[in-house]
């Protein structure tokens, strides 16, 4: 069964079930001690690319927003069974030419990560492709608020929600996180580890 750990801010380390290693957005928290298999990075902001925190190898894989949008086209990437499908993320504080979220399938689970975004139009598609978990920004500040967030998550329907990137400069703020008031809201936190 595929692993998520929640590293706090918008960090995430997800494992196959095979125990390949994919870490998204690293910057924040513990867990940065599994060499990488594959690492995602929303956009260039300094606390989505820290990639010197993450073990690498001659074989790690990385894509940048750079790699998984090109000249207004989204890519799609696909490896060790893991799909990995690049989408629009953007608000007043993140340029939709240089951001991106991304749906990943991993051992048959869809999990959206949604990057630095405010709500987009776009999102109306992700709620006919039976989203397993969604991870949606909720500071309010650089993001979208958590009354935001959970409109967002009325749109998209994912079985579960993972609110994320809480607080400007903490890994956490769990009195943003009760803001949000999406009826399948997890309350996941730093160090935390969900079964997908």
Known sequence: MAKL?????????????????????PYAGEGYDI???LVLITHEHFDHNAIDKVPLTDRTIIIRSKNALIDGVYYDFSYFGVHIKAVPAA??????????????TIDNKKVYVAGDTGPLPFMEELGKMDIDY???PIDGVYTMSPEEAT???????????IPYHMHV?????????KRVTYENTMLVMPGNVVEL
Do not use: W
């Open 169 to 177: 400069g903490m890994l956490f703020d769990i009195n943003m996180d």
């Open 91 to 104: 608000n007043k504080n993140h340029d939709i030419r240089e951001c991106v979220g991304y749906l990943i």
């Open 151 to 161: 409109k967002v998550a009325n749109i998209i329907k994912p079985k579960h929600l």
């Open 35 to 37: 060499p990488a298999d």
């Open 134 to 136: 969604a991870l949606l």
């Open 5 to 25: 750990l929640y590293q706090g801010h918008a960090s995430l380390r997800l494992q196959t079930n095979e125990g390949k290693i994919i870490y998204i957005d």
